[in-house]
């Protein structure tokens, strides 16, 4: 004879562990459609930044005779790495010693017992001046635009002018690299995907910016194809443009 009890609770049973996979799945579903989404709208930013490209060079063409060795995305690391050249000329003008002191006592009533400290956290750089009592009398911050690649020797030529008033708007409008070389920091995802599978410092660029090799880690990497995969350039300080 069946037993009533027994049927109802193996049902019972049954019904739960089939509910706890649906959910299981469902959460699934709703990762691969997130990522899906994600993927969606790299393909739009990335087609997007294909046609400005194509508008820049349309240009170029216009404006210049055609070098079938133009490279559109070399021009910009040029320009960015003549930024980051005159951003260095700035710090050094600015901290000499005698110009410093007088940038100190110009700004602060005196330079006696001041002193200027920069500090970096992630994305975030400050600027502060501190007195001899340890008390910080003036702070500068600034944080990098989530679009945009951090530069330690910017940053700071942004700091110093806010600091002191200077006019710095040629490094607050600096030009984003697109061509990856020696020394940058990036990251690069999975095809297809917005999940980052490395993240490192660029050790080598070979077969005419195909391949990258990178440090992700303590651990070399090479042979990453960033023409197949999406990348991102995270840090140019210390870039070998």
Same mark, same amino acid.
């Given at each position: ?12 049973? =049954?019904? =739960? ?26 393909? &739009? ?24 060795? *133009? ?11 003549? &930024? ?11 901290? =000499? ?20 400290? *920069? ?15 340890? *008390?910080? &009398? ?49 990251? &690069? ?17 070979? =077969? ?22 999406? *990348? ?10």
């Amino acid at each position: 004879m069946v037993n009533r009890k027994e049927v109802i609770e193996f049902l019972s049973s =049954e019904k =739960e562990y089939y509910s706890n996979q649906v959910e299981k799945l469902a959460e699934k579903i709703a990762k691969w459609e997130t990522k899906i989404a994600d993927a969606q709208r790299s393909i &739009v930013k990335y087609k997007n930044y294909q046609d400005n490209l194509k508008g820049s060079i349309d240009l170029i063409k216009g404006e210049m005779p055609l070098d079938s060795n *133009f490279n559109p995305s070399q021009q910009i690391n040029a320009q960015r790495r003549q &930024v980051i050249q005159e951003a260095k000329e700035l710090i050094d003008r600015t901290t =000499e010693k005698e110009r410093f002191r007088e940038l100190l006592h110009s700004t602060f009533g005196t330079s006696s017992g001041l002193r200027v400290y *920069f500090d970096i956290y992630n994305d975030t750089m400050g600027v502060g001046v501190m007195g001899s009592n340890f *008390f910080t &009398v003036e702070r500068k911050t600034i944080q990098c635009h989530p679009d945009d690649v951090f530069n330690t020797h910017i940053g700071k030529a942004i700091l110093l002018g806010r600091l002191f008033n200077f006019d710095v708007s040629k490094f607050e409008d600096a030009p984003q690299p697109t061509e990856v070389v020696e020394g940058m920091e990036i990251q &690069v995802y999975y095809e297809c995907l917005d999940d980052i599978e490395h993240h490192g410092r660029v050790l080598d660029v070979y =077969e005419n910016g195909q391949y990258v090799e990178l440090n992700d880690s303590g651990h070399t990497v090479q042979g990453i194809d960033i023409t197949r995969q999406n *990348f991102k350039i995270i840090d140019d300080t210390n870039a070998v443009y």
